[in-house]
């Protein structure tokens, strides 16, 4: 009923409460009848599948659904590498073309499957036949679909939002999958950052053309603001901004671009690997523009990040600039919105109605707050776990400390501790460490008496996450390390014996860096809640997702263990989950003996 009354409903639920079919069918069933469409808005690719099974699922009980599942274009590109230019990747070359002699959108949804849902695979398979861009073709077949899954930037990002949704946004109803992820990132949207090295590049390309004329300025602009900053002070906040300036420049680029097109078709500024650097600065600077004129002031900070010596002549800045890599952002200008409100509250306003889901969506305050959602379109529903609270046992071990400064001092009383836990666990275990840094600090002091060990790799491909997965659901008492905030923590479906035990090493802060002390200064002068909201929510979030992978079903069984001794302060356990009934103890053997005594083999 609230989605009738065109409500924005945030939903707390447990994970493993079956959200993602519960939010799926009360939307399908309100949008068949009011001729609405579905948007399944996800993080990251592992909640982008659980929502299409549970689109097939519904499916083949007969309902009639046109689904189309967009992945990034990184992810299904058929290219050796991701360049839309038609003269450089020929599945863009006659992409509308082939796509009308094939008559692609129409025969794509009977041709492939009768139940009317385009998964990445399929939409692949029709693009390698067709030689097309298949992420050009997954964006055409989603303007034709009654349910959309793509990830939040399709939504909120406005340099990438889809155009069917913006053109009538009051058309769709949108349910924002691990909803607590959305801040973060939409902060992300409103925080461009461009690099000196880059436009160094672009200018020094098209050095004696007109094209280098805003580079110029723009370059000087930096420079200059770059030798303000001071070698001990990494990053600081340039004062009075005028962000006329960045218009003025915006004004410039436009004014060159379509002869700047022209003149590319007959020569090139820049070599192959390096692309188009002029448009990628003119974009950059295009995406400043934007948030200033669409933020508040006040919640905007233009800063540098890096600094250069005054001292330094010419010549040996050019020296250095020319070893730096080229996507190298140590020397750069960024913005920073401290405010993801001013973002999300006007794209929110327009769409029909929306579900705002998650298993961490406490405090409610903080993220009402972050969504900018008025209280007279807002409706909150918590519900309760319906899992037996003896079925789960809840530990904090306060004997070492996982701060920054001390890790390496406790790194091996810290390994101790979790050889403990891995001995007296009998069945799937998973450890997360807030970093890979910190994991491979820690891991090889571990005195692991299994030999089934998985390791969470930097850059895991999709394939290998897969293999992972699936060990672990044999449930053969594998150890699993990996990092929280990463593709085993969250979104990931470990039931059963899948997951017996997970240990959370630290409670994921993040990282402290000048924007991250920034957006505390905003949050304590606008809800005085500065360390809260910029440090404790988004760090214990990812605490509780991966506390959540333990227990999916009524009858599963298992262990959360919070190690470090910042876990057992007041402030971080008012903001963990209510149904962690967290015991203390020095001692974890005999508790978890004794948990297992209990319950293996009920
Ligand atoms: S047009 Fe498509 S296939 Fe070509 S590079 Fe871009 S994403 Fe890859």
Known sequence: ???????????????????????????????????????????????QLMAEETVERMAQKGIPIRAVSIRAKEKICLHHEVRC????????????????????????????????????????????????????????????????????????????????????????MVI??????????????????????????????????????????LYSYMLDQLSESKEKEWSFEIADVDSKIFQKWVTAFESLAVRYAQVTQERT?????????????ARTIFRFSAIFSQAK?????????????????SSDQLALFSRWKP????????????????????????????????????????????????????????????????????????????????????????????GDIISSTPGNIAVFFPSFAYLEQVVPLIDCTREKVLQQKRGLSERDRHELLETMKKGEGHTLFGVMGGIFSEGVDLPDKALCCAVMVGPCLPQANYARRKIQEWNEKKYQKGFAYAWLVPGLARVSQAAGRVIRTPTDKGTIILLGKRFASKNMKE???????????????????????THSGN
């Not at 939409?186 to 436009?199: E, K, N, Q």
């Not at 690997?273 to 002029?278: A, Q, R, S, V």
């Not at 903001?575 to 005594?597: D, M, R, V």
Request: hydrophobic residues 35%.
């Open 176 to 217: 924002v999958d691990e909803a607590h992820n959305l801040p973060e990132r939409a902060m992300g949207y409103g925080s461009p950052r461009i690099s000196l090295r880059l436009v160094w590049r672009a200018l020094e390309g098209t050095r004696g053309t007109d094209f280098a004329q805003p580079l110029e300025e």
């Open 327 to 418: 996507k190298d952002e140590h020397t750069s200008l960024a913005l920073l919105n401290r405010d993801p409100s001013g973002i999300l509250g006007p794209v929110f306003k327009d769409f029909h109605s929306s579900i705002i889901m998650s298993a961490t969506l406490e405090p409610m305050e903080y993220y009402r707050n972050m969504f900018g959602i008025p209280q007279m379109h807002r409706i909150e529903v918590r519900t309760p776990s319906y899992f037996p609270q003896e079925h789960r046992a809840s530990f904090v071990i306060p004997s070492i400390s996982t701060a920054y400064r001390d890790r390496e001092r406790d790194r091996e009383k810290t390994a101790m501790i979790i």
């Open 1 to 47: 009923p609230h989605l009738e009354d065109k409500k924005h409903v945030f939903l707390s639920a447990p994970t493993g409460s079956g959200k993602t079919a519960a939010s799926l069918y009360a939307a399908l069933k309100h949008a068949y009848e009011y001729n609405l469409r579905v948007f399944f808005a996800t993080a990251r690719t592992t909640q």
């Open 575 to 597: 903001f963990l989950p209510k149904e962690l009934i967290l015991q203390t103890t020095y001692n974890i053997k005999p508790e978890l003996q004794s948990f297992w005594k």
């Open 85 to 172: 230019l038609p003269d450089v990747c020929p599945y863009a070359a006659g992409y509308f073309d082939k796509l009308q002699r094939n008559n692609t959108l129409q025969s794509s949804w009977s041709m492939h499957d009768s139940r009317g849902d385009l998964w990445p695979d399929k939409i692949i398979r029709i693009a390698e036949e067709q030689y097309i861009c298949p992420h050009a073709l997954s964006l055409d077949l989603a303007s034709m679909a009654d349910v959309v899954i793509g990830d939040f930037n399709y939504l909120f990002d406005p340099s990438v939002r889809l155009s069917m949704v913006s053109a009538e946004p009051q058309k769709w």
């Open 297 to 313: 002031d006040e919640t905007l900070v233009l800063y540098t990040k890096g600094y250069l010596d005054r001292k330094l002549k």
């Open 269 to 281: 500024f820049f070599s192959e690997d390096e692309g188009d650097l002029w448009t990628d600065v």
